[in-house]
């Protein structure tokens, strides 16, 4: 979906007339429902006139374009598209252009800028504008079929060679090149050997109206594509602050582990052990920067490991990589695994999920007991790698013995003389790219400082599309998720709060063997997902409740879909988190959460407001939600609608 959309040469008329920064801003607050910085209206001013302009001069008036055009599945935005005919073969070509206003810029690692206006780095730009095409494409199976429809360009219309030097050492592609102000001519030859100038209005325009209906396949699935992540070749498309979370942690591996293997060479060199820690919310795209890392540092051979704290997500990615490859499997472990570890055995330590590393571990032998009494279960991961980076949200720690907070981390690697560089990652990759849905649950849930809003009014004109419902009954509730499994072929479950007891075991015997239907409510009764090592027909064991389509049968719990995510989120919420007046109440009385009614009365309610927060944003398109408490869903209701 574009902001805004027109001919080169009526666009250029309103940039030159200082009307279409005005325009965009109008369509902004009524699209995006937010407030439009500074820089990005002054880009809107100068970038575009005078990339317009050189589109004119190149002969290229009647092309049409789209800017702000939103990519799918994401809240990231390209600057322009350019679609219309290619000269030589008259099929469709579009070229996704990304614009800077820089005029001096340095590249300090390989896809890494340093530029005076920010105080971090950023993408280089043909990186930037590369991703953006290869996501494009990945999402859209008629750019696929259409090879080399698609080209993307980088614009830095200010700057000239000699200020920006090192930015052209960037190998160009066809989803990437760079041009300066230098390279005018250049740039306009190139435009027009990839759109013919004379195609005329009415055929560009049935490209672009094609472009703007191209079905988009939902996001890819994490554990689908982890085996050959980790095992072949990159397959992650990273965006944004994604790719520069990525590419300052790849760079902050390389320099830490040359400055090891130097000072094990005796050479002088000042070294400082660094702790990596990235900061994200949920879909965030945490777990794919640490897969995607994971593959890479494997690939160069690095004694690389990658750790978790979840039983659920490492077995279901063990089980993705798959029982015959070994190799594969020894890669993927827990947070307890290393305390018989000794200081420096790894090269790279990826802790995803690290809100859930605990206070201790929790298993080993004799020996490691003893080591466990003098050193935290964080100590124990700092100390085993040369750089261990932690992937982690502060609002998904709901266990008391879970002592993953960045302010934990922070002063405990400090504490081991360690440095911390902190990345903090802000793009909203899960929830169908709904930046407005997360913002909604903070709200409702009051981890915001915001008061809650309902979904229609807070989305109203955003263009956003991710679906907000409830429902009267639980019975409805599983209808939902049925209809939305059935309908749209992609993957639903349904969870609910732990406020019902979980049976150890199965009951009946032989072929009866079945769950017991522990999650009552009224006359409607369901089972919770299995306990592992269950073995009933049909029946994934709690492990991979998430990931085996057998999980439909069943109601998750927080610990079986912490981590993972599917399409369609339907959500019970019980009677240990009730809305009584403008406030929530958490009601320890009401958990059967052994775990969590042990925590104190300061850290109770965050814990319980937190397990509801990952239940609402495993959804990638939509949630549906119900409470057991009257007055509860009624506030839900008005809530959701």
């Not at 250049?186 to 435009?191: H, P």
Request: charged residues 25%; negative net charge.
């Amino acid at each position: 979906m574009a902001l805004m959309r027109g001919s080169v040469r009526q666009l250029l008329e309103l940039s030159i007339s200082n009307r279409l920064p005005v325009q965009l801003l109008e369509r902004a607050a009524a699209e995006w429902g937010q407030e439009v910085r500074t820089g990005e209206v002054r880009a809107w001013r100068n970038s575009l006139r005078e990339f317009l302009g050189d589109c004119e001069e190149a002969g290229l008036g009647d092309v049409e374009v789209l800017l702000e055009h939103k990519l799918p599945h994401s809240a990231k935005r390209v600057d322009a598209i350019l679609c219309g005919a290619h000269p030589d073969t008259g099929a469709p070509s579009y070229v996704l252009v990304e614009l800077k206003q820089w005029s001096t810029a340095e590249q300090i690692a390989r896809n890494l800028v340093e530029v005076p206006c920010y105080d971090h780095p950023v993408l280089h730009p043909v990186a930037q504008v590369h991703e953006y095409c290869r996501y494009l494409v990945d999402f859209t199976p008629d750019l696929e079929r259409q090879t080399g429809a698609v080209r993307g360009i980088a614009y830095l219309h200010n700057a000239v060679t000699a200020d920006v030097a090192s930015l052209t050492q960037y190998e160009p592609s066809d989803f990437g090149q760079l041009f300066l102000q230098d390279d005018r001519e250049r740039l306009q030859k190139f435009l027009g050997s990839v759109l013919n100038a004379r195609a005329g209005r009415e055929l560009v325009c049935q490209i672009t109206d094609s472009f703007l209906r191209f079905p988009h396949r939902p996001t890819k699935k994490l554990l689908d594509l982890a085996a050959e992540e980790i095992l072949s070749r990159e397959l992650f498309v990273l965006l944004d602050e994604q790719r520069v979370a990525y590419e300052i942690v790849a760079e902050t591996v390389n320099r830490a582990l040359a400055a090891s293997r130097a000072r094990r060479s005796r050479s002088r060199v000042d070294y400082e052990p660094t702790v990596v820690v990235v900061v994200g919310g949920p879909g965030s795209g945490k777990s794919v920067i640490a897969l995607s890392l994971m593959g890479h540092l494997a690939r160069k051979n690095l004694a690389v490991n990658h750790a978790t704290g979840s039983a659920a997500f490492t077995r279901t990615l063990q089980k993705v990589v798959g029982a015959e490859d070994s190799r594969g499997r020894a890669l993927l472990k827990f947070f307890n695994s290393y305390s018989g570890s000794g200081v420096g055995e790894l090269d790279v330590l990826i802790c995803d999920e690290a809100h859930r590393i605990r206070m201790s571990s929790s298993s080993g032998s004799a020996v490691s007991a003893d080591r466990r009494r003098r050193r935290s279960q964080l100590e124990e991961l700092i100390s085993v790698a040369i750089v261990p980076v932690l992937f982690l949200d502060d609002n998904q720690v709901v266990r008391p013995r879970e002592a993953g907070s960045l302010a934990a981390i922070k002063a405990g690697a400090e504490a081991a003389g360690c440095r911390v560089d902190v990345v903090h990652l802000h793009g909203q990759f899960r929830c169908g790219g709904s930046d407005l849905f997360e913002e909604w649950v903070d709200r409702l849930l009051g981890i915001s400082d915001d008061p809650p809003l309902n979904w229609s009014r807070l989305a109203a004109g955003s263009g956003d599309d991710f679906g907000v419902g409830s429902v009267a009954t639980p019975a409805a509730l599983e209808a939902w998720v049925a209809d939305r499994y059935q309908q749209t072929g992609g993957t639903a479950r349904m969870t609910a709060g732990f406020c019902w007891k979980w049976s150890e075991r199965p009951i009946g015997s032989g072929a009866e063997r079945r769950l017991v239907s522990d999650v009552r409510i009224g006359d409607w009764h369901r089972p919770w997902n299995a306990r592992p090592g269950a073995n009933l027909p049909g029946i994934p064991d709690s492990y991979f409740w998430a990931f085996d389509d057998g999980g439909m049968r069943q109601v998750g719990c927080i610990y079986t879909a912490q981590g993972f995510e599917y399409d369609w989120a339907g959500v019970i919420f019980g009677d240990d988190f009730v809305r009584r007046g403008d406030r929530w109440v958490a009601r320890r009385e009401r958990s059967e959460d052994s775990a969590v009614r042990e925590a104190d009365e300061a850290s109770f309610p965050d814990l319980i407001r937190n397990t509801y927060k990952v239940l609402l944003t495993r959804g990638m398109r939509g949630a549906c939600v119900y409470s057991t408490d009257d007055e509860t869903q009624i506030f839900l209701e008005q809530m959701a609608r």
